[in-house]
C-alpha cells in the first residue's frame, strides 16, 4: 500500500491532480471488494437462513442493497466502508424491526462463525460496545487478498418500507407518517431508506463525488486521526454539507474548481454554529404529520443537517462539531487552501432561505429571500424600502390550518415554524387604529386597519372595499356572538389582533 499523502501540502490548484493519483479506487482494490460483497451476499441470500425457522417462520430475503461509500459511488483508494442493507420478510413494520432485529443479528454472527470458511476472506466480527441500544448491525471486518486494506461492512436487517423502489417518485407520505409515529431513537430506521440516500449521492456529476472524496479523506486522515476515542459526527453529516455547498455555491454545475469547493466546505464546519441544511426531495411540509414533525426539527439547536431520506435522523446533532470546527479552521490555514493566494470560495449561506410573497393592499405583490433565522425587523425594513411606507407595519401569516398571527419584530421566522415558502401580508397602520383579521367561511384570514372607535358596520365597509360581500350580505360574529352594526369595537372590547368570523348571507 502506498504511504499516505498528504493533503496539507498540496497546492489548491493541485487538489484535482491529488484525488485522481492518489484517492480514486484503483482497479484491484474495486475489483476485490466488488468479489467480496458478491460472496457474502450470495451466503446471506441463498444459504443464512436457509432450513431455519426463526420467530415461527422461514426467513426470506427479498432483497439486498449496498449501501455506503461503496454504494454511493464515493469509495476511497484502500479504504472501503460497505453497508449491506437486508430487507426480511420477518418484519412487517418499523417495530418489528426494532424488535428482532437483535434476535436476527446474533443469527446471522452464528451462521457466518459456522461458515466463514466458504466465504473464501478472513472476516473478522467486530464486537459493538454495549449500552442502552440493542445493536443496528453486525460490522465485519474483510481482510483482502491482495492488499493490506481493510474493508469494512456492515450487515443492517431492515424492514422493507418502501417496498418497489423507484427513484422517480417520492415515497407515499405514510410511509413517514408511520416512521414518525413509532417514535424510533432518531435515525434508528433510515436502513429502510438506503435507496434514497444512495441515489441522492450516487446520482451526482462525477466532479462532485471527487469532492465529496477529498472531504471524506481530510476527515478520516485528519480529524480522526486526531481523536481517535473521541464522539465526531458521522462522515454521512459531512458529505451532505458538501453537496449542499455545491448547489447553493454553483447552482449545480458540473464545472467548478476543487480548492473552491474545498474551502467552502471548511468554512461551513468552522462555523457549524449557523448550519441548518434539509431538503424536500423525498418528504415535505404538505402533509400535516410530516410536516409539523419537520418544523419541530427544524427548531432544534444548531447545526441542524437533515438526512433527505429520514425526516428523524437530524446529523447534526451528534457530538464533537466543536472539533470539527477547530480542525476546519486550522485546514483553512494550510497549502491545499491556496493556490499562491488565497483560494476563492463559493458564497454558501448557512441555512437556506425561504422565499417571501408580500401582499399589501394597493400594492403590487411581490418576493423577497429572507433568512429565517435573521430577526423580522429585517425584513421590514426591506418592506419599508421598496414600499416607501411611512406608517407602523404590521406583518402577519397564516397557517393552512391555523389562525392568522402577527409576526414579531424581535422574533424570527424559524421561531414561527416557517421553513418552506409563505405568504405574508403587510398592513400600514397609524396611531390610534388597530389591526384586525377577518375569516373568511374558506378559513382565510385578512388583516384591516381600523380605529377602536369605529363601527362595526364601517369594519363591514372595508372588507367590501377590499373585494368583500356586500355590506348588506355581511353578518360579523365574534365567537358565537353576532356583532351590531352600531356597536364601535371599543365598546365590543375587540382588541388588537383578535379575529373575526365574517358569514355571507
Not at 125 to 130: F, G, L
Not at 300 to 320: E, K, V, W, Y
Request: proline share 5%; with cysteine.
Amino acid at each position: 500500500m502506498d504511504p499516505t499523502p498528504d493533503l496539507y501540502c498540496t497546492l489548491g490548484n493541485n487538489l484535482d491532480h491529488f484525488v485522481e493519483h492518489s484517492l480514486q479506487p484503483q482497479r484491484d482494490w474495486k475489483e476485490e471488494g466488488q468479489d467480496a460483497w458478491e460472496r457474502i451476499e450470495r451466503f446471506l441470500r441463498d444459504q443464512c437462513f436457509r432450513d431455519e425457522l426463526l420467530l415461527d417462520q422461514e426467513v426470506k430475503v427479498l432483497k439486498v442493497v449496498k449501501g455506503g461509500s461503496s454504494g454511493k459511488g464515493t469509495t476511497l483508494n484502500h479504504r472501503s466502508d460497505q453497508d449491506m442493507v437486508l430487507f426480511l420478510s420477518c418484519f412487517s413494520s418499523f417495530k418489528d424491526q426494532a424488535r428482532f432485529r437483535e434476535l436476527i443479528i446474533s443469527f446471522i454472527e452464528e451462521r457466518l462463525h459456522h461458515c466463514w470458511r466458504s466465504l473464501a476472506y478472513n472476516i473478522t466480527v467486530v464486537k459493538q460496545r454495549k449500552g442502552n441500544r440493542t445493536p443496528r448491525s453486525l460490522t465485519l471486518k474483510v481482510q483482502p487478498r491482495k492488499s493490506d486494506g481493510i474493508i469494512r461492512m456492515d450487515v443492517l436487517p431492515a424492514y422493507n418500507a418502501l417496498g418497489s423502489f423507484s427513484r422517480d417518485l417520492k415515497p407515499d407520505p405514510e410511509i413517514y407518517e408511520d416512521l414518525i409515529r413509532t417514535n424510533g431513537n432518531p435515525g434508528e430506521f433510515s436502513p429502510s431508506f438506503t435507496e434514497l440516500q444512495r441515489h441522492f449521492v450516487k446520482s451526482r456529476p462525477v466532479k462532485l463525488k471527487n469532492l465529496l472524496r477529498l472531504v471524506k479523506f481530510w476527515y478520516q486522515q485528519y480529524l480522526r486521526s486526531k481523536h481517535r476515542r473521541a464522539a465526531l459526527p458521522p462522515k454521512y453529516s459531512l458529505e451532505l454539507l458538501t453537496i449542499y455547498a455545491w448547489e447553493m455555491g454553483t447552482e449545480s454545475s458540473e464545472n467548478f474548481n476543487l480548492d473552491e469547493g474545498f474551502v467552502a466546505v471548511m468554512n461551513l464546519l468552522r462555523d457549524y454554529q449557523d448550519i441548518c441544511v434539509y431538503w424536500t426531495k423525498y418528504y415535505d411540509f404538505q402533509n400535516e404529520v410530516v410536516g409539523n414533525f419537520l418544523k419541530q426539527q427544524l427548531k432544534r439547536h444548531r447545526p441542524i443537517i437533515l438526512d433527505p431520506a429520514d425526516p428523524t435522523n437530524n446529523l447534526g446533532s451528534r457530538n464533537g462539531w466543536d472539533l470539527v470546527a477547530r480542525e476546519a479552521f486550522y485546514c483553512l490555514l494550510q497549502t491545499c487552501c491556496w493556490t499562491g493566494i488565497l483560494s476563492g470560495s463559493w458564497d454558501v449561506l448557512p441555512a437556506r432561505e425561504i422565499q417571501v410573497t408580500v401582499k399589501q393592499t394597493e400594492k403590487e405583490t411581490w418576493r423577497l429571500w429572507v433568512d429565517p433565522y435573521s430577526p423580522i425587523r429585517k425584513m421590514k425594513a426591506e418592506i419599508k424600502r421598496k414600499n416607501g411606507t411611512s406608517g407602523e407595519l404590521r406583518i402577519s401569516f397564516q397557517d393552512p390550518q391555523g389562525e392568522r398571527q402577527l409576526l414579531s419584530s424581535q422574533k424570527t421566522l424559524s421561531d414561527y415554524g416557517i421553513f418552506s415558502k409563505v405568504t405574508i401580508r403587510v398592513l400600514e397602520t397609524f396611531p390610534p387604529e388597530i389591526q384586525v383579521f377577518v375569516k373568511e367561511s374558506s378559513g382565510q384570514s385578512k388583516p384591516y386597519a381600523i380605529d377602536p372607535g369605529a363601527t362595526i358596520y364601517e369594519l363591514k365597509g372595508k372588507v367590501e372595499d377590499a373585494g368583500g360581500p356586500c355590506t348588506e350580505n355581511q353578518v360579523l360574529m365574534l365567537g358565537s356572538k353576532k356583532l351590531k352594526d352600531r356597536c364601535s369595537l371599543a365598546e365590543l372590547q375587540i382588541k388588537d389582533c383578535d379575529t373575526i368570523q365574517l358569514r355571507v348571507i
